[in-house]
Structures are given as C-alpha cells and as structure tokens.
C-alpha cells in the first residue's frame, strides 16, 4: 500500500525549532517531487517548500525562506521540513505530498506554481502550533 505519513508536530514556543517527518511506504522516494504544504481552517493552502529527491533541489515560499530547510534522506525513503525561529503565523496543520520528478514537475517548481500541480500521493497531516 502506497503511503505517505508526516509526523514530528507538537506545540513550541515562538523562536522555536521543530522538524517534521514525511515518511513514504510502498514506493521509492527517490526520483520524487514533494512539497510541504501547511494549511489552516478557512484558508487555501501555502505551499511552504518543496524538494526534488532526484538532485537535492529545492525551493521555498518567501514566507519561510531562511528558517525553514527541506532535504531527503533516501536511504529511509524521508523527507524532512526543519523549522526554525518558528513564529505564531506559522502554526497550521502541515502535510507533504509527492508525484514522480518530470520535467514538467520542474518547471512547476520553479514558477512556484506547486498548489496548481496534481500530485499522486499526499500524506495525513500532523499540527504545528506556535506560541507567542
């Protein structure tokens, strides 16, 4: 069964740091476009970041630029968000989805465009609250 688990949520104060976990069961993560979307009620979703497992690339969304990091560890078939000076404005509910890495996917990466992309899998989500 193909599935993808976040983890490592919880509650932290602001200045913070935390890391969460995007594990994937039942397929190679390798070769993967993923993306870390976080999402609060009533609003659309932000997608915060999102790395390529083919070559290490990665982008991130203005917002979280320079506190956040995305990197893979293929070895255990994980991506990993590391969140640092973590603020209020970052408390939503976080989640991670990923498709297989296309040229296409890289064009959409680069455009920022990733809320627009269909992707094959998506994980449950795990809560980040930040406390002030």
């Known amino acids: 069964e193909v599935q993808l688990q976040a983890s490592g949520g919880g509650l932290v104060q602001a200045g913070g740091s935390l890391r969460l976990s995007c594990a994937a069961s039942?397929?190679?993560?390798?070769?993967?476009?993923v993306v870390w979307f976080r999402q609060t009620p009533g609003k659309e979703r932000e997608g915060v970041g999102t790395?390529?497992?083919?070559?290490?690339?990665?982008y991130y969304a203005d917002s979280v630029k320079g506190r956040f990091t995305i990197y893979s560890d293929n070895a255990k078939n994980t991506v990993y968000l590391q969140m640092n000076s973590l603020k209020s404005e970052d408390t939503a509910t976080y989640y991670c989805?990923?498709?297989?890495?296309?040229?296409?996917?890289?064009?959409?990466?680069?455009?920022?465009?990733?809320?627009?992309?269909?992707?094959?899998?998506r994980g449950q989500g795990t809560q980040v609250t930040v406390s002030s």
């Open positions: 790395i390529s497992t083919r070559d290490g690339t990665t």
């Open positions: 039942g397929f190679i993560f390798e070769n993967h476009a």
């Open positions: 989805v990923a498709s297989p890495w296309s040229y296409r996917w890289q064009v959409v990466a680069r455009g920022g465009l990733w809320s627009a992309y269909e992707y094959d899998y």
